[in-house]
């Protein structure tokens, strides 16, 4: 059972458009969420998160939308740029206890010029 | 910087064998995890240890197994390889406490390849 969905699994934007990933979770005991970068042959990285008492995060061009009552939030990457090609993962996590995180299946993004 | 190291970026292995892969963090992290990633699948955790000798199994544990006898190393043991182990293997570190600290910091990965 995949507890975060996310699609698309490809994306292919031009470069200074908006790159738009989506996620969907079912459990509503998560309570963080955040986002990983990963370039080719690197480990992924802490993007940026949010926790769902707020509705929107925005650092620098990246911003994450959340919708507590769908159970849904976004990553939004304005004006992409080709060195934002990489696959992004959402992520969600409990608090409490061991804060095992639960990974989406990655979205590879690629910025064309 | 926090450093997670891997102890190997490639590796082949034979349908069989015990397979050794390491990992060492240099920033006296509680927590460590081992995750395998396969494209359409995404990230998927193995194992994860929140203290020395202490281990949890993940979601799919099943042919794996896990030493953490220092805070700094942990381990992941395929005891009998098989071709359905092969995949990109990633080690995480990661401090206790709450959000915003406790960011996971990932390795480069290991390729691992049984034939």
């Known amino acids: 059972q995949q507890q975060v969905k996310q699609s698309p699994q490809s994306l292919i934007v031009q470069k200074g458009g908006i790159s738009i990933i989506n996620c969907a979770y079912e459990n509503t005991a998560f309570d963080y969420f955040p986002w990983y970068q990963q370039f080719p042959g690197k480990g992924p990285a802490l993007l940026i998160a949010?926790?769902?008492?707020?509705s929107e995060k925005k650092e620098g061009r990246f911003t994450i939308s959340f919708n507590k009552s769908a159970k849904q939030f976004s990553l939004h990457i304005m004006d992409s740029q080709p060195g934002d090609s990489a696959t992004y993962f959402c992520a969600a996590s409990i608090e409490g206890g061991y804060q095992k995180v639960t990974f989406g299946i990655g979205t590879k993004l690629q910025v064309i010029p | 910087d926090v450093k997670v190291t891997q102890s190997s970026r490639y590796l082949v292995k034979r349908t069989g064998e015990k397979v050794f892969l390491e990992c060492v963090q240099d920033?006296?992290?509680?927590?460590m995890f081992w995750y395998r990633q396969d494209p359409g699948l995404g990230l998927r955790l193995i194992y994860f240890s929140y203290d020395v000798k202490m281990k949890e199994k993940g979601d799919i544990p099943e042919g794996y197994s896990v030493s953490r006898e220092k805070k700094e190393r942990f381990s992941l043991i395929l005891e009998s390889a098989s071709t359905n182990q092969t995949s990109m293997y990633l080690c995480a570190s990661r401090p206790g406490g709450a959000p915003p600290k406790n960011i996971q910091y990932f390795g480069a990965g290991t390729r691992l390849s049984v034939l």
């Open positions: 949010i926790r769902p008492d707020v």
């Open positions: 920033m006296d992290h509680e927590n």
